[in-house]
């Protein structure tokens, strides 16, 4: 079936370095790759997003690639800051609306002062 | 536009009971998504429910079932509750399914003694 696996689970980073979250993806006929960001105690929140059409989309500090050959996709955050510290999920889904969406399982990352 | 809200934000149950959630989407919203969330396993998808209809279901036991009714409020209800069914249940919404940003609401956090 569908799966996506996220790495790493947990990530500490310097402040003002650049952290890196990868999954990959199953489903060849994934096309759609959100990722949400979801603070302590907060609901998760929708960050950046790409589709298959794009090798890469960014968004001020926040960056995602995608290999659909490999099947990877990325989170880029450079210059990292205190606010960036939350969990985050990488997801995928298929084609249409009516297709499941499929999430990590989530990185913790941590930005230490 | 108001949020997604869900109901009630907290419950204890004791095993072999049932629970019934409650969710609210943003209005115009016709697709209602439902995960678990517990530490360590991320967003394990339940179902989505679309116009009424449950059009994906995730890998749970019968016991997790789900409605939606005409004004796309929708209920998910767990029968004969185990201890390993504590976490926090979310809902998610958006107007037409997976290829769109999910609006997720604040959760209702289950615990099961």
């Known amino acids: 079936g569908e799966n996506v696996e996220q790495h790493p689970s947990t990530l500490s980073v310097q402040e003002g370095d650049s952290a890196v979250i990868k999954c990959t993806y199953s489903?060849?006929?994934?096309?759609?790759f959100p990722w949400y960001k979801q603070e302590l105690g907060k609901r998760p929140q929708l960050i950046i997003d790409?589709?298959?059409?794009?090798g890469e989309k960014k968004d001020q500090r926040i960056a995602v690639t995608l290999n659909k050959t490999a099947k990877h996709f990325s989170l880029h955050i450079t210059e990292t800051q205190p606010e960036d510290s939350a969990v985050y999920f990488c997801?995928?889904?298929?084609?249409?609306?009516?297709?499941?969406?499929?999430f990590g399982s989530g990185t913790r990352l941590s930005i230490r002062p | 536009k108001a949020g997604v809200t869900q109901t009630p934000r907290y419950l204890i149950k004791t095993r072999g009971q049932q629970v019934t959630l409650s969710c609210s989407p943003i209005?115009?919203?016709?697709?209602v998504s439902w995960y678990q969330q517990t530490p360590g396993q991320g967003l394990q998808f339940l179902f989505e429910y679309f116009s009424e209809t449950q059009r994906n279901k995730g890998n749970f036991p019968g016991r997790f079932s789900g409605r939606q009714f005409s004004n796309s409020r929708s209920e998910m209800n767990v029968s004969t509750l185990e201890l390993g069914d504590s976490a926090l249940y979310l809902c998610a919404s958006n107007p037409s399914g997976s290829q769109e940003t999910q609006y997720f609401g604040p959760g209702t956090r289950l615990l099961v003694l």
């Open positions: 790409i589709r298959s059409n794009v």
């Open positions: 489903d060849s006929a994934s096309n759609y």
């Open positions: 997801a995928a889904s298929g084609y249409s609306s009516a297709s499941k969406i499929i």
């Open positions: 209005s115009g919203h016709r697709s």
